[in-house]
C-alpha cells in the first residue's frame, strides 16, 4: 500500500543550525502539507504546497522556514536557524486532490529535538 | 478564528465499555470533518465525514456529523486494550485541517 514516508524518524540539532526534514508523498498525489506537533499539544498546520508554490501557510510558518519541492518526488521542509521551539514532531501529509472526498495520508514523522 | 473542540480531554473506562467522543467546530468554510486514532507516531485516518446524519462504521467504531449543530461524535463499543489512544478530530476548512486538541482515551483490562 502506498505510503507518505519521511527521514530521518529522529534529529538532534543545536540550536541555530539549520535542519531540512525530508518527506516523500505518495506518487499520483498533488498536495502537499507540513504539520507539526509539539509533545502533549495539539497538532498544527504549517503550511501546504500545490503545483510548486506554496498555497497556504499558518503564522507559524515564518522566514525560518521554508519548504521545496526539488525533483519531483521529495518535499522538504528547512528551518533555517532552529530554537529551542521548534523542538517538535514535525508530519508531512499528502493528498490525491484538493475534492471533498479526498483525505490526507500522513507519514511517520520526524521528531526535532533542538538542544 | 477557526477552531475545534473535543470533549473530554481525557477518559478512563474498562475493556467492554462503550464511549462517545464529542468534537465540536466553528470553521469559515466547512468541507469535511476527519477523524484520526493517534498512537505512538502520526495520526492514522478513521473517518471522514461530509454530510449530516449519515453514519460511518467500521467495525466497533462509528461516527456521525450534525453541521447545524456543528459537531460530530465518534463511538467505539465494545472497547478493548487496544483501543487505548489520543483520538483527533479535525475540519479541512479552506484547504488545510484544523485540528482539536484530542480525546486521549485509556482502556483498562
Known amino acids: 500500500e502506498p505510503e507518505v514516508t519521511q527521514t530521518p524518524s529522529h534529529q538532534v540539532t543545536q540550536m541555530g543550525q539549520e535542519v531540512i526534514l525530508r518527506c516523500v508523498p505518495i506518487?499520483?498525489?498533488?498536495?502537499f502539507y507540513w504539520y507539526r506537533q509539539i509533545l502533549g499539544q495539539k497538532v498544527e498546520f504549517l503550511v501546504s504546497?500545490?503545483?510548486?508554490?506554496?498555497?497556504?501557510k499558518s503564522e507559524i510558518f515564518d522566514d525560518q522556514f521554508s519548504v521545496e519541492r526539488p525533483d519531483g518526488s521529495n518535499f522538504t521542509l528547512k528551518i533555517r536557524s532552529t530554537k529551542l521551539e521548534d523542538s517538535a514532531m514535525y508530519f508531512c501529509?499528502?493528498?490525491?486532490?484538493?475534492?471533498?472526498?479526498?483525505?490526507?495520508?500522513f507519514g511517520q514523522g520526524t521528531r526535532l529535538t533542538v538542544v | 478564528e477557526d477552531k475545534v473542540v473535543q470533549s473530554p480531554l481525557s477518559l478512563v473506562v474498562h475493556e467492554g465499555d462503550t464511549v462517545t467522543l464529542n468534537c465540536s467546530y466553528e470553521?469559515?468554510?466547512?468541507?469535511?470533518l476527519l477523524w484520526y486514532k493517534q498512537e505512538k507516531k502520526a495520526p492514522t485516518f478513521l473517518f471522514m465525514l461530509?454530510?449530516s446524519g449519515i453514519e460511518k462504521k467500521s467495525g466497533r467504531l462509528s461516527s456521525i456529523l450534525d453541521k447545524k449543530e456543528l459537531f460530530s461524535i465518534l463511538n467505539i463499543t465494545a472497547t478493548q486494550t487496544g483501543d487505548s489512544a489520543v483520538y483527533l478530530c479535525?475540519?479541512?476548512?479552506?484547504?488545510?485541517?484544523?485540528w482539536g486538541a484530542g480525546t486521549k482515551l485509556i482502556i483498562k483490562p
Open positions: 501529509a499528502s493528498r490525491p486532490g484538493q475534492g471533498v472526498f479526498t483525505e490526507a495520508f
Open positions: 506518487s499520483n498525489h498533488l498536495y
Open positions: 504546497f500545490y503545483n510548486n508554490e506554496i498555497s497556504e
Open positions: 470553521v469559515t468554510n466547512f468541507r469535511s
Open positions: 461530509t454530510s
Open positions: 479535525a475540519v479541512d476548512s479552506n484547504y488545510q485541517l484544523i
